[in-house]
């Protein structure tokens, strides 16, 4: 089909069902980032900063009540064995909370045609989401690590800077991939909070942050190896001081490589549901 423009050329128009967008939609995967990243920094008292006072407040609670009379774990301080494994829970909760609010605040309000109009694939809608998450996640990382370095008698020297760049990235993504699948089953915000409360605060507070799982019993001890965030926290802890329980660095090779499967059997599912439209579009 063609029309005569004001310079007497044509204008020729696409045949209807074809895409006039091929590979990938830059501009809206971007504006759908940008628009997700400055929606947490509108509040970000509430999304950053509220997080590293409250992380801090773990530390110093745990410290006093079990870091008297110069106690070690893994032959350093307790301070600074606990502070790794605060700041990447703190990591992974709030991509969590990030993802999860996306779609559902839509549902709520109304405005979900606003995400599910634009020309964007279910893939570019997931990743916008998901890098959004992360990105909350890195800043609230850099800020409790901030806060922490500051305080007496912990030490944050970088063994393995692979390791805590790694881990923490791998966290991140699986807490804002869960949150994603969250943000679309939930109907209403008690659905959400549901699974904060019963599954991701347990799973955070039974991984090993506070301690290490060789003090527990044998059963506790499979329990524990059987709980992803057990090894997202082990293995950032290495990265700080070069040694965890894992185990030696093979075993931390190992639960790298465990994590990035996860990830991407997690993101293989959320996106097989997220294009489907479950929820979404019905």
């Known amino acids: 089909m063609t029309a005569d423009d004001k310079t007497g050329g044509s204008i020729r128009f696409s045949p209807r069902a ?4 091929t590979g990938i939609n830059r501009v809206g ?9 400055r929606r947490f920094l509108k509040v970000q008292t509430q999304t950053i900063w509220a997080p590293a006072f409250t992380t801090l ?17 893994l032959g350093v301080p307790f301070a600074t064995f606990v502070a ?8 992974m909760q709030n991509a969590f909370a990030n993802s999860s609010f996306s779609l ?12 599910l109009m634009p020309p964007l694939s279910s893939g570019e809608l997931m990743a916008g989401i998901l890098a ?8 609230v990382g850099f800020t409790v690590a901030l806060a922490m370095a500051l305080w007496p008698g912990v030490s944050l020297g970088v063994a393995h800077p692979w390791a805590v760049v790694w881990f923490g990235l791998m966290g991140s993504l699986m807490l804002a991939t869960v949150g994603l699948a969250t943000s679309i089953w939930a109907e209403k915000f008690d659905h959400n909070a549901a699974v904060t409360n019963f599954i991701i605060a ?15 019993h044998g059963a506790f001890q499979t329990i524990s190896r059987l709980n992803p965030f057990f090894y997202v926290i082990s293995g950032f802890r290495y990265g700080f001081l070069g040694q965890s329980d894992i185990g030696g660095a093979d075993h931390v090779l190992a639960a790298a490589a465990g994590l990035l499967a996860l990830n991407l059997a997690l993101a293989a599912g959320v996106y097989a549901v997220l294009r489907s439209g479950w929820k979404l579009k019905s």
């Open 18 to 21: 074809v895409p006039t967008i």
């Open 29 to 37: 995967l971007s504006a759908l980032y940008m628009k997700e990243v």
């Open 57 to 73: 407040l773990f530390l110093v609670i745990f410290t006093v009540a079990l870091g008297r009379e110069g106690r070690t774990v």
């Open 84 to 91: 790794p494994g605060l700041i990447v829970m703190a990591m």
């Open 104 to 115: 559902l605040s839509g549902k709520m309000q109304g405005t979900i045609i606003d995400l």
């Open 132 to 139: 959004a998450a992360v990105t909350r996640a890195i800043a």
């Open 202 to 216: 347990p799973l955070s507070l039974l991984s090993g942050t506070f301690y290490v799982i060789e003090n527990l």
